[in-house]
T-cell receptor
Framework: RKEVEQDPGPFNVPEGATVAFNCTYS??????FFWYRQDCRKEPKLLMS???SGNEDGRFTAQLNRASQYISLLIRDSKLSDSATYLC??????????FGTGTRLTIIP | DGGITQSPKYLFRKEGQNVTLSCEQN?????MYWYRQDPGQGLRLIYY???????QKGDIAEGYSVSREKKESFPLTVTSAQKNPTAFYLC?????????????FGPGTRLTVL
């Protein structure tokens, strides 16, 4: 089993729709979780950290489910500019940051 | 503006040659990292440095070497011993290594071996 698993997609979603992705992780001792966004042929950039209680930033909501070992990202009222690859990133202890392979999202006009 | 720069953006290398990829940051971060990204795979850690004059191997260090003589700079050398060097190379930095702190990435270098 991979340490961090994501559905690669692609997710093709009409503009204005709501879309959600999950990411599962294998190590129950994982302590920090992040969503990064990567545009085509560009570097990853932090979208949001994921807190235990869940957190929201505008149209984006991140959730953590420790019992089932997954994190999720929900995007409401999707915009064309949301088209990107979303990387799930998990910190195990203080010595390893593992990146998922990413979920590709395309917003269709 | 603070940030991370990488050069060159594109690099072509003949088989058997060593090449060095540059990474500079002016964020005053202690930790710096090198990752490799291949299609269909997540970022994989090559080397990281927590402080000047110190660095550790990551998951795929074979065929690579680094140095950290200055806080701002963390160059990566891809040696001829690296069997499949064609990839997208990303340098990153953070305040401290492997913490909840955000990793900031440079724009990357695309290396192609001819």
């Amino acid at each position: 089993r991979k340490e961090v698993e994501q559905d690669p997609g692609p997710f093709n979603v009409p503009e204005g729709a709501t879309v959600a992705f999950n990411c599962t992780y294998s190590n129950s001792a994982s302590q920090s979780f992040f969503w990064y966004r990567q545009d085509c042929r560009k570097e990853p950039k932090l979208l949001m950290s994921v807190y235990s209680s869940g957190n929201e930033d505008g149209r984006f909501t991140a959730q953590l489910n420790r019992a089932s070992q997954y994190i999720s990202l929900l995007i409401r009222d999707s915009k064309l500019s949301d088209s990107a690859t979303y990387l799930c990133v998990v910190l195990f202890g203080n010595e390893k940051l593992t990146f998922g392979t990413g979920t590709r999202l395309t917003i269709i006009p | 503006d603070g940030g991370i720069t990488q050069s060159p953006k594109y690099l072509f290398r003949k088989e058997g040659q060593n090449v060095t990829l540059s990474c500079e940051q002016n964020l005053n971060h202690d930790a710096m990292y090198w990752y490799r990204q291949d299609p269909g795979q997540g970022l994989r850690l090559i080397y990281y440095s927590q402080i000047v004059n110190d660095f550790q191997k990551g998951d795929i260090a074979e065929g690579y070497s680094v140095s950290r003589e200055k806080k701002e700079s963390f160059p990566l050398t891809v040696t001829s011993a690296q069997k499949n060097p064609t990839a997208f190379y990303l340098c990153a930095s953070s305040i401290v290594a492997f913490s909840y702190n955000e990793q900031f990435f440079g724009p990357g270098t695309r290396l192609t071996v001819l």
